[in-house]
């Protein structure tokens, strides 16, 4: 079965696309964090600040993450809406999709 994509909602797909960026870069930063954080508990007093900027706290991931969300969806936004304009151009994309019956998919 073929079909068109004649638009894509650009707020709903930024969003989307923010969300996953804002998860992923928490929970690396996290993962960062705490790594620095037991990097500079073994290293000691010869880190100095280094400890504390590697070790973080929890408002530089929130504030980390909310910042590359933003970036996400501002760059995602204009993206689609270039896609949407080329789509609107040039007829659509052209899809092509397999039609399964139900009774196939709870056979397998």
């Given at each position: ?34 790594f ?70 709870t056979?397998?």
């Amino acid at each position: 079965m073929k079909l068109k994509l004649k638009k894509i909602d650009p707020i709903k797909y930024s969003l989307i696309c923010s969300l996953i960026v804002g998860v992923v870069m928490f929970l690396t930063f996290a993962l960062l964090s705490v790594f620095g954080g037991f990097m500079s508990s073994i290293i000691g007093d010869e880190i100095g600040k280094m400890g504390l900027i590697f070790g973080g706290s929890f408002f530089i991931l929130i504030f980390v993450a909310f910042f590359y969300m933003v970036i996400t969806f501002i760059f995602s936004l204009i993206s689609i809406v270039i896609f949407n304009f080329v789509l609107s151009k040039t007829g659509g994309l052209e899809m092509e999709f397999e039609n399964q019956d139900y009774e196939q998919l709870t056979n397998n």
